[in-house]
C-alpha cells in the first residue's frame, strides 16, 4: 500500500490514523521514543530541545501526512522532518546571536552599555517573552520601522507600539535602568 504505516500486523496510511484515536495512540507511543532518541542525540543530550523538536516533529508530519509516500519506514520520514526541524533550530539561534553580536560589537552612538555589558545584555533579552525580544530586535537591531515590526508580528501598527513600549519598560526593568532603549 503506498503511502502505508505499520501498526501491528495491519497496514494503513497516516492519513487513516489521524482519523482514527486509538491507532493513532498505538502508533504515537511506538514512534515516539525512536524520534526522540534520534534527536537527543543531536541537540547535544539536552532533554527539554529533544521533546521540543519532537513535539514539532510530529505535528509538522500530521499537517503534511499526504506527503509521506511510504518509500520508507514512517520513523525514518519522521526523523528527516526532525533533522530538518533541528537545523531550523540551529539557524534561528545563529541569527539571534549575530543579532546580539552586532549589539555587541557596533553599539550605535544611543547605546549606553559597554562590551563588558554584552553578556548581561543577551541575558536580558533571552529572558524577554519572545514577542517583546523579537520587537526590541526587530527595532534596535534591524533598525525596521514599527509598520514593517507590526507586519512581521501579525499586529496592527498600534499594538506594535504598545508592545514595543512593553518591550522597552521589561527590558530597562530587568537591565536595572541603565539604557535609552
Not at 19 to 24: G, H, I, S, Y
Not at 56 to 77: C, K, N, P, Y
Request: hydrophobic share 40%.
Amino acid at each position: 500500500m503506498n503511502g502505508g504505516v505499520a501498526l501491528g500486523a495491519e497496514r494503513t496510511t497516516l492519513a487513516e490514523l489521524v482519523r482514527d484515536e486509538a491507532a493513532f495512540r498505538t502508533w504515537y507511543d511506538r514512534a515516539l521514543p525512536r524520534v526522540f532518541r534520534f534527536l537527543l542525540a543531536r541537540c547535544g543530550g539536552d532533554p527539554t530541545l529533544a521533546e521540543e523538536l519532537t513535539q514539532q516533529t510530529f505535528l509538522e508530519a500530521i499537517r503534511h501526512r499526504d506527503q509521506f509516500e511510504g518509500r520508507s519506514d514512517v520513523v525514518t520520514w519522521l526523523c528527516a522532518i526532525g533533522r530538518r526541524k533541528l537545523a531550523d533550530h540551529h539557524r534561528r539561534r545563529q541569527r539571534e546571536e549575530r543579532r546580539v553580536r552586532q549589539l555587541e560589537v557596533a553599539p550605535g552612538p544611543e547605546a549606553a552599555w559597554h562590551l563588558e555589558d554584552a553578556a548581561e545584555v543577551r541575558a536580558v533579552l533571552d529572558s524577554l517573552p519572545p514577542d517583546q525580544r523579537l520587537a526590541l530586535i526587530y527595532r534596535y537591531l534591524d533598525q525596521l520601522p514599527v509598520a514593517d515590526i507590526a507586519r512581521l508580528l501579525g499586529r496592527s501598527e498600534s499594538a506594535a507600539q504598545s508592545l514595543l513600549a512593553r518591550a522597552r519598560d521589561t527590558f530597562r526593568a530587568a537591565y536595572g535602568g541603565r539604557t535609552d532603549a
